[in-house]
Nanobody
Framework: QVQLVESGGGLVQAGGSLRLSCAAS????????MGWFRQAPGKEREFVAT????????YYADSVKGRFTISRDNAKNTAYLQMNSLKPEDTAVYYC??????????????????WGQGTQVTVSS
């Protein structure tokens, strides 16, 4: 079992950058693939990025490809989402999630069994 805590959200102007962190408890973090999802007001939760347990595979939503980078440091039990060139449409609550069933990661929220509480990202125009 793993518990996840996100941090790093905030208010930023369009074109700016933020780095989100997802700290995981437990000693088996390296056996989980990780994902980032987001949910804007009035919209469904959507996939952002995923990374395999070994960092060998990453996959991004088309809307963030080339602007966002997912990474992880298994020694620190932490996953990251570096967000550059932020746009107002990136405004949302961002959630990290963990799965043991999909070692390469997944873009399907239903594949994840563990979720953080979310961190708000607001991008002003």
């Amino acid at each position: 079992q793993v518990q996840l805590v996100e941090s790093g959200g905030g208010l930023v102007q369009a074109g700016g950058s933020l780095r989100l962190s997802c700290a995981a408890s437990g000693r088996t973090f390296s056996s989980y693939a990780m994902g980032w999802f987001r949910q804007a007001p009035g919209k469904e939760r959507e996939f952002v990025a995923t990374i395999s347990w070994s960092s060998g595979n990453t996959y991004y939503a088309d809307s963030v490809k080339g602007r966002f980078t997912i990474s992880r440091d298994n020694a620190k039990n932490t996953a990251y989402l570096q967000m550059n060139s932020l746009k107002p449409e990136d405004t949302a609550v961002y959630y990290c999630a963990a799965t043991r069933g999909y070692s390469s990661g997944s873009n399907n929220a239903n594949d994840y069994g563990y979720w953080g509480q979310g961190t708000q990202v607001t991008v002003s125009s």
